[in-house]
């Protein structure tokens, strides 16, 4: 047992070495993070700073406070309020108003170099055709997570990296970065065999990972849920911005649509701009019943209620104001969200993906997010960030 701690520890420095300065990839379900945190600040608010906070309908947003609870509710800072909010009527929103006022504090989110606005993107839970054996219809595999893959918890070694985790596998006596995307896509690994489903397009199925979370359509019409189980612990690359770079979109033009879009047009090129993104997510069947996808917290996510968040600058469960606009317009869109998922590219202090839930609509909606906007988190009192 020692001898493979050893081992595993002697792997970390190459693997910290390739990943320590970059970002994460799929929003659902945490893998390797920026080993140094963001510096979040926090000022003191008023509930007025909050645009439109004393008209709006709060019902919907309470479903997912409770979901939150779910998580939260055994956190000494979050018991009364868990507690107390299970008295409130869900359908009475100025009762909840009320609650929110007199149990938290709302506090607004700064970026380190103080600015307030940030990027808030969109995602969703797509569906895609499939089936569990491969034929020549469906010829691309949605993996489950390999037997080879390593996971290194940095916090036995380093506590003040807790909550940080590395991908690896071991190569003769030394832990190396798993496969990239290149190399699992030319079948590189310990996969056969580890095959879920097999879809029926390329592009759809990158997205998925993209997404975290999605339903499978089978031959017989029926839908299978799946989620996040891994990711291989290379960092994710916007393959969006290397067609901005390459000349082939403009900024303005770069969404998931469009993105499609070339490769419907391209499909020759489209294997190579794939692979300029080494991550690679891997999945696992989910529950029938479930109401929803499952986030980072745990819980299943509330569609138009739940952000993704850096869990580094913002605590998971946590109320969140979001003052932003609607995809690709100027129409307000203020909200009372619940911080209840994380994403490989939700890095940073003033940053959310808004889950806008399932299907083409959701996705039309989430492909096209990409607005600034502000962030207030809420506090149980007696809990505040100290300043």
Not at 137 to 142: E, F, I, K, M, W
Not at 199 to 225: M, T, W, Y
Not at 235 to 258: C, F, N, T, W
Not at 312 to 322: K, N
């Amino acid at each position: 047992m020692l001898k493979k701690q050893n081992l595993l520890w002697l792997g970390v420095g190459v693997l910290l070495a390739a990943c320590k300065t970059s970002p994460m990839q799929a929003p659902v379900g945490p893998t390797l993070a920026s080993v140094p945190p963001p510096v979040v600040q926090y000022a003191p608010s008023k509930w007025a700073m909050l645009p439109d906070w004393n008209t709006l309908d709060l019902t919907p947003s309470w479903v997912a406070l409770l979901q939150s609870c779910r998580a939260l509710r055994n956190k000494p800072q979050w018991q009364a309020v868990c507690a107390g909010a299970e008295q409130v009527d869900r359908n009475d929103s100025a009762a909840q108003r009320a609650f929110y006022e007199e149990r938290l504090t709302p506090y607004q989110v700064f970026n380190p170099d103080g600015s307030e606005q940030g990027m808030i993107t969109g995602y969703y839970e797509p569906l895609l055709k499939g089936s569990r054996t491969r034929s020549e219809r469906y010829q691309y595999p949605l993996y489950a997570a390999p037997d080879d893959m390593l996971e290194i918890d940095l916090a036995e070694a380093y506590p003040q990296l807790k909550g940080l985790r590395l991908r690896g596998r071991v190569q003769g006596k030394r832990v190396v970065p798993y496969y990239k995307r290149a190399e699992i896509d030319a079948g590189v690994g310990a996969l056969k065999g580890r095959e879920l489903f097999w879809v029926e397009n390329a592009v759809e199925l990158f997205f998925l990972q993209i997404q975290g979370s999605g339903r499978i359509e089978l031959p017989d019409g029926r839908h299978v849920k799946v989620g996040y189980a891994e990711q291989n612990g290379h960092p994710y690359v916007s393959i969006g911005r290397k067609l901005v770079d390459m000349g082939e979109l403009k900024l303005e033009e770069a969404s998931m649509q469009s993105i499609k879009a070339w490769g419907e047009k391209f499909p020759d090129k489209l294997p190579a701009l794939l692979e300029l993104n080494p991550s690679y997510v891997f999945f696992r069947e989910l529950p029938e019943n479930l109401s929803a996808p499952l986030g980072a917290l745990g819980v299943p996510l509330t569609n138009e209620y739940s952000i993704a968040v850096d869990p580094r600058a913002i605590p998971l469960g946590s109320p969140v104001f979001l003052a932003t606009t609607q995809p690709n317009s100027t129409a307000p869109l203020n909200r009372l969200m619940l911080a209840q998922d994380t994403g490989g590219a939700i890095r940073g202090a003033v940053r959310a993906d808004f889950f806008w839930g399932f299907g083409e609509t959701a996705g039309a909606l989430a492909g096209r997010m990409k607005q600034q906007g502000r962030l207030w988190v809420l506090f149980p009192k007696g809990s505040e960030p100290a300043l």
